[in-house]
């Protein structure tokens, strides 16, 4: 980012240090401000701060639209699930140059998550530690948020939005996959896509339903929900601490639903709960990492993501799309991913740290790899490992 950049005059001082203001209360204070936009986005003045905010951040190029999951993304970039859990400003995350946004997770039943403080900064490492715990509003106001913006028709948007579900923590794991179901009924009319998130860290039991067994059944309920058609693909979000023996299984189940047509693709991967090396690092409440509870976001994890992702696309065979996200925080770890497997990619600790710019940096960055290894478009570049060319 450049010194004259105004998010890093502004933000910059205070994410440089993790007792810098309250991250959560930061996330809010954004997020309602984004709620208030992207429902005046038709008013003067917000239509023209909005416009000049897609001037300065959206990279329109024929070469960065992916063709994936049967949709088209006016680029590869999407702001990962976590951020606007309950689709306040799905209306306008197009005017900050992503080609999609994924939002949620949302659950059937409203729920406040975890107890406070439940959000901490790791200024140096460019991290975060989260166990939100799924706090959101429920499916079924977060579908009347999204009515409510009077949103283009899927298919019909300038930036796609997929919408992720989770289990509610009040709900057995024996109803769970009815739990997914009715979140599943609500809100698929309104996606472009549709994510299963069985890897949270922060809900107890949510990950075992990463089993062969237990996954199988849930993607089949799913699939079983009757629903207008066409139905939106369905993706899963998986967890970068599996296993080898368990990430083979995974993919074996993967290829077969996708092959049965009930599986769309997979998402690689949400926040883990290694710690990366980073046990002994003491946070904000003079604890270490090894004693707090949560997932860990942001560059410490981006090793093991493109290992995983790589594991991912071989056993997948290239046959099923997958979906990079876990430390991606520069145009060189953007291509890396992209070169590894992933058609497309999310953003988040890194957004969060860098600011706006980072996404047509990204993009840029994209662009001139395309350039530079004699490749048409971002589509060319998936799987082919072509390295960082400076």
């Known amino acids: 980012?450049?010194?004259?950049?105004p998010y890093q005059r502004l933000m910059g001082p205070m994410l440089a240090r993790d007792d810098?203001?309250?991250?959560e209360l930061m996330s809010q204070l954004s997020?309602?401000?984004?709620?208030?936009?992207a429902?005046?986005?038709?008013?003067?003045?917000?239509?023209?701060?909005?416009?000049?905010?897609a001037a300065m951040l959206q990279r329109q190029d024929p070469r960065l639209q992916q063709h994936c999951l049967g949709l088209t993304f006016p680029n590869p970039l999407g702001l990962a699930a976590g951020f606007d859990k309950n689709g306040v400003a799905a209306a306008i995350w197009h005017c900050f140059g992503f080609g999609f946004a994924e939002l949620g997770t949302m659950t059937a039943l409203p729920q406040r998550g975890n107890?406070?403080?439940?959000l901490f900064r790791l200024a140096a490492e460019q991290a975060a530690l989260n166990r939100m715990g799924f706090n959101n509003y429920g499916s079924l106001r977060a579908a009347s948020v999204l009515t409510e913006q009077q949103l283009p028709p899927p298919g019909e948007r300038p930036a796609l939005l997929g919408l992720n579900i989770g289990k509610s923590r009040a709900t057995t794991m024996a109803a769970a996959a009815e739990d997914y179901a009715v979140s599943y009924s609500r809100l698929a009319p309104l996606a472009d896509y549709v994510v299963v998130n069985v890897s949270s860290p922060n809900t107890s039991g949510l990950r075992d339903l990463q089993r062969v067994e237990a996954l199988s059944q849930l993607i089949g309920r799913l699939q079983a929900t009757p629903l207008p058609t066409p139905r939106p693909p369905l993706l899963v979000k998986v967890a970068p601490d599996l296993t080898d023996g368990q990430l083979i299984e995974l993919a074996e189940l993967a290829l077969d639903l996708h092959q049965q047509g009930q599986l769309a693709g997979v998402i690689a991967n949400n926040t883990s709960l290694d710690r990366h090396g980073l046990e002994a690092r003491r946070l904000v409440t003079g604890r270490t990492l090894?004693?707090?509870?949560?997932?860990?976001?942001?560059a410490p994890i981006r090793t093991r993501s493109l290992a995983m992702l790589r594991q991912l696309r071989s056993?997948?065979?290239?046959?099923?799309?997958?979906?990079?996200?876990?430390?991606?925080?520069?145009?060189?770890?953007a291509w890396e991913r992209l070169a590894a497997g992933a058609s497309l990619l999310q953003l988040y600790t890194g957004w969060i740290y860098q600011g706006p710019q980072l996404v047509p940096a990204v993009l840029e960055g994209l662009l001139k790899q395309l350039d530079a290894h004699s490749?048409?478009?971002?589509?060319?570049?998936?799987?082919t490992e072509l390295p960082w060319l400076p």
């Open 290 to 298: 090894a004693e707090e509870a949560g997932g860990l976001s942001g």
């Open 1 to 5: 980012m450049t010194v004259d950049d």
């Open 31 to 37: 997020l309602r401000a984004l709620a208030w936009a």
């Open 39 to 53: 429902r005046r986005r038709r008013w003067p003045p917000w239509r023209g701060i909005l416009a000049s905010t």
């Open 375 to 383: 490749l048409n478009a971002v589509a060319d570049g998936v799987g």
């Open 115 to 118: 107890p406070r403080p439940r």
């Open 315 to 333: 056993r997948l065979q290239g046959r099923v799309p997958l979906v990079g996200v876990g430390g991606i925080d520069s145009p060189q770890a």
């Open 20 to 23: 810098g203001p309250d991250p």
